[in-house]
């Protein structure tokens, strides 16, 4: 049988990140990260299978109800130990194949596998007189069986077992480690891009006055698929005219409407990895006066935020100068009176751009990684080399909003891409979706 060829990270890139991770680690310690558990939509059917994000940066193992365990020695020897599902003949033959414990240790180099129901009787034993445990302080349930095996080793103290004293929460180490994409991280990221501009590319081709949502949904996940990416990384939204003002719109069910904007968020998930896309085009195929400015404003600020990433620059830094560009920018096209200076104190840009400028991308859509917000919430954490973000300026302007003049309400434009920070500026991950109205609207024409 052949196999697909789907482009994951290689092995030795899973291992690199469980050595980072116990390079963090002191010695004489133990590190727990459970694999995640599949969750029921329905009586016995289940959701689409999703790993456990951080299990998956250590091992890149893709079943559920694993458990991987690190050690080091007093002399900063390591062990890791995977916990998996046993071969099972009849739940294979009704679910799926399972690694099993021999090709776990070969397929994911580790240097021991055991069965997960081993866990209650080894776990307790690797504990005892470690000085140190991490474990994500983020799962309450996993805490509670953490401290049930802690529980465990304590019960023996008399006879002269020593438990560990000391707790430390193993996700910010992680989180660290993730934010700083590998270059075979960054390739992939590119890969999704990719089909995911391909998929905002057909969605244009497709669209059509009369055509519903959900069926503009189906051509993205049509388009995903067909270049081996089986899942968006989100629920897509594909929201047209007035829906794109609801920032998280995802029920994607009302007809396309003749002079409206269709809004679409939507990104191909490879390998785990995220891409995070918006693009917003008329329905008809061609921008009405208001639509193709209020759109060239959106689109100048994306472009301004952009071409200003590079290392040492911040999300804070990156606020201020597109939120006077947009404020300016409404000034100028009469959506805004009064004076410059006041509405950027007045933070009145806010009522329009109603979310933040972008966030970290990975194996998250919503990547993980301090922020180092201060206490005026602004982020300002220097940008440095292998960081990805989206930067994804918006204005909405609601239906019922009556202190604009009717021919600006219902509109609701974002546009979104995905940038690396390199050593000396950016990259822009997002170079085959439309953007500009030119392209846009040729695009549509000749579909
Ligand atoms: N797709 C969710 C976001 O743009 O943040
Ligand atoms: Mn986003
Ligand atoms: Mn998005």
Not at 20 to 30: P, Y
Not at 96 to 101: D, E, F, M, N, S
Not at 275 to 301: H, M, S, W
Not at 316 to 334: R, S
Request: aromatic share 10%.
């Amino acid at each position: 049988m052949t196999k697909a060829q789907i482009s994951t990270l290689p092995l030795s890139d899973f291992t690199k990140h469980r050595t980072a991770f116990i390079e963090k680690m002191v010695n004489n310690s133990i590190a727990i990260f459970p694999a995640a558990s599949e969750v029921t939509r329905s009586n016995d059917t289940e959701f689409a299978f999703c790993q456990n994000k951080h299990f998956y940066y250590l091992t890149g193992f893709n079943e559920p109800d694993a458990l991987l365990v690190l050690m080091k020695t007093n002399d900063g020897t390591a062990q890791s130990v995977l916990f998996t599902l046993p071969k099972d003949p009849l739940h294979e033959i009704w679910q799926g194949r399972r690694i099993g414990q021999l090709k776990a240790v070969e397929d994911y180099a580790v240097d021991k596998s055991f069965e997960i129901k081993e866990i209650d009787t080894l776990i307790p034993q690797y504990l005892e007189g470690k000085s140190q445990v991490y474990f994500g302080f983020n799962d309450p349930d996993f805490s509670t069986q953490v401290f049930s095996w802690l529980k465990q080793v304590k019960s023996r103290s008399r006879q002269g077992v020593k438990t560990p004293q000391c707790l430390f929460d193993s996700d910010p180490i992680v989180e660290e480690l993730r934010l700083i994409k590998s270059e075979n991280e960054l390739a992939l990221m590119r890969q999704a891009n990719h089909i995911s501009g391909l998929a905002h590319q057909r969605a244009m081709q497709k669209c059509q006055v009369g055509k519903f949502e959900y069926q503009i949904e189906a051509e993205l996940l049509h388009e995903f698929s067909r270049h081996g990416a089986r899942y968006p990384a989100y629920a897509s939204i594909v929201a047209g005219g007035d829906n794109a003002n609801i920032l998280h719109y995802t029920a994607n069910n009302d007809a396309l409407n003749n002079n409206e904007l269709l809004l679409i968020d939507a990104g191909a998930e490879l390998s785990g990895y995220a891409a995070d896309i918006t693009r917003t085009f008329p329905i008809n195929g061609k921008f009405n006066k208001e639509q193709a400015a209020l759109y060239q404003l959106v689109l100048d600020a994306k472009n301004l935020a952009i071409n200003a990433i590079k290392p040492g620059m911040t999300f804070a830094e990156l606020n201020v100068i597109t939120n006077a560009f947009l404020t300016q920018g409404l000034l100028d096209l009469g959506l805004f009176t009064g004076d410059f200076n006041e509405l950027l104190s007045d933070k009145k840009i806010k009522q329009y751009f109603i979310h933040g400028l972008g966030h970290w991308l990975g194996l998250d859509v919503h990547d993980v990684g301090d922020y180092q917000s201060n206490d005026k919430r602004e982020q300002t954490r220097a940008f440095e080399k292998g960081m990805v973000m989206t930067i994804e300026p918006g204005l909405y302007i609601p239906l019922d909003d009556l202190s604009v003049a009717e021919k600006w309400r219902g509109i609701g434009i974002r546009i979104e891409d995905n940038i690396a920070v390199t050593d000396t500026g950016f990259e822009n991950l997002t170079v085959n979706s439309p953007q500009t109205i030119e392209e846009i609207e040729t695009l549509m024409a000749t579909s």
